[in-house]
């Protein structure tokens, strides 16, 4: 029978700790296990994060009350004493699997919660692995992500041009993208957010962010589709942000005809009174008498009416933001098809001269 010192012997042998970055890069696709209270996991958490919480936020807080008030003994115990009933429960909810047992955990502090759990997994046949410094550790890493310098390219064009759907087909042609609305989970525009899913908070927009990055080549360059500070809800980083408004943009030109087709796929399909409460968000900049114009083409179910409407207004910002970029930094491609692989090509192959002129940014 195996001995108390040899089980922990064997289960500190299972346990490896990781540095921010090297923690993300091993847990890309495997995983992660936040265990702090759920109404911190709620605040911001790591890309594909799983909370197992150890406590609950009451319990989190008692805990807390009596290290400042009794001190650290008397919470470890009374931390023990909550945990003691779950560890049962933990071990089942976080799913170990036979083929591939690597877990990667974290908490705040990449203290006590995080540790006691890679003890307890680590006596049940995992290899856990601990995130030093816990989640405050990864923020830091995070926000010094947006400061690194990046080769970007910028995607821009009018509303309805196909730029989501040519950024990824770019992708397709071995190109590098950061697609900020898939990580905003939300398209931008006032009408952005009606094919949103749950919102995420600002902190988790943050870490995808920071984790697609990660993952780039910094040494190549990044395609990026044009936007403003602010998609929805979410704020682009003003480190980032600040590169992107210095970085080369190339246009999509596209006949009004064409966009419009693209708009009625992306949006036609949505309610008539979510796509009429978005249009009254933005009354104050439309005006009155267009913005019931616009209200009554969707009430009837003429969104080709509708659109007509709106295109001036939208393309009256988008040339309003252009004009803050320099000549010598467009260039501007012609498309004259709706299809986004054919495009891609197109920009691809007229930016080459753009491309090369990049300058090379060394290795991190």
């Known amino acids: 029978m195996m001995s108390s ?16 970055e090297a923690f993300i890069r091993a847990a890309r696709g495997k995983r992660i296990l936040d265990v702090r209270t759920p109404g911190e996991f709620a605040k911001g958490h790591l890309p594909g994060a799983s909370n197992l919480p150890l406590f609950s936020d009451a319990e989190r807080a008692e805990i807390g009350t009596l290290y400042k008030q009794v001190g650290r003994e008397q919470a470890i115990l009374r931390g023990l004493e909550i945990v003691g009933p779950k560890m049962e429960q933990l071990v089942r909810a976080a799913h170990i699997d036979v083929s591939d047992p690597a877990v ?31 989640y405050k550790a990864f923020r830091n ?41 898939e990580l905003a989970m939300h398209k931008g525009s006032v009408f952005g957010g009606l094919h949103s899913g749950q ?30 500070q602010r998609i929805g809800r ?52 439309l005006g009155g008498l267009r913005t019931r114009q616009v209200i009554e083409a969707i009430a009837c179910g003429n969104l080709d009416k509708a659109c007509d409407l709106l295109i001036p207004y939208y393309d009256k910002r988008y040339d309003y933001a252009l004009q803050r970029r320099h000549e010598q930094d467009i260039l501007s491609v012609r498309c004259e098809t709706c299809d986004a692989e054919d495009n891609a ?7 080459q001269t753009l491309l090369n002129s990049m300058p090379t940014l060394p290795l991190s």
Not at 201 to 225: I, K
Not at 345 to 351: D, F, G, P, R, V
């Open 141 to 181: 890493f995070a926000l010094s992500k947006f400061s690194q310098p990046f080769r970007l390219i910028i995607l821009g064009g009018r509303t309805g041009s196909g730029k989501t759907g040519i950024l990824h087909a770019l992708q397709r042609l071995g190109e590098q993208i950061i697609d900020l609305e």
């Open 5 to 20: 010192s040899d089980a922990g012997e064997r289960s500190e042998t299972r346990v490896h700790r990781l540095e921010a």
């Open 234 to 285: 979410m704020r682009i980083p003003d480190d980032f942000w600040r590169q992107m408004a210095h970085a080369p943009a190339v246009i999509v030109e596209m006949p009004v005809v064409l966009r419009k087709q693209i708009i009625l796929t992306d949006y036609g399909d949505i309610d008539r009174d979510q796509l009429s409460e978005a249009v009254q968000r933005i009354e104050k900049h």
């Open 104 to 134: 990667y955990v974290h908490c705040w502090r990449g203290g006590m919660r995080s540790e006691s759990l890679a003890w307890l997994l680590g006596l049940s046949g995992s290899r856990a692995h601990v995130l030093i410094g816990g």
């Open 345 to 351: 090509a197109k920009i691809l192959q007229a930016a």
């Open 199 to 228: 919102p995420i908070t600002q902190q988790t927009f943050e870490n995808a962010l920071a984790v697609a990055l990660e993952e780039l080549d910094p040494s190549r360059p990044v395609w990026v589709e044009d936007e403003s």
